[in-house]
């Protein structure tokens, strides 16, 4: 299976708070309409900025983007 989006070892910790992301994970195959649930503070907003590259990471993280390319059919 090919992956559009695959997140491998996102860790994120704020100095002014307890709120810390540890070791997040995960794909999300081509094709895939995909939403983040959660609790208020669960930390949607922070992995979202991590993916765009909005905040800062200090921990080590691997995004990989693939691309779909559409073939031509002729």
């Not at 997140?7 to 994120?12: A, D, H, M, S, T």
């Not at 081509?30 to 922070?46: D, R």
């Not at 979202?48 to 080590?60: D, E, K, P, V």
Request: charged share 20%; with cysteine; proline share 1%.
């Amino acid at each position: 299976m090919e992956y559009g989006l695959e997140i491998e070892g996102l860790c994120k910790s704020f100095s002014k708070s307890r709120f810390t992301l540890t070791d997040i994970s995960f794909s999300i195959p081509y094709g895939s309409i995909v939403g983040f649930i959660g609790e208020n503070g669960a930390g949607k907003t922070s992995t979202m900025g991590a993916i765009l590259r909005t905040l800062h990471i200090y921990h080590f993280i691997t995004i990989i983007w693939n691309t779909f390319t559409k073939k031509d059919s002729n």
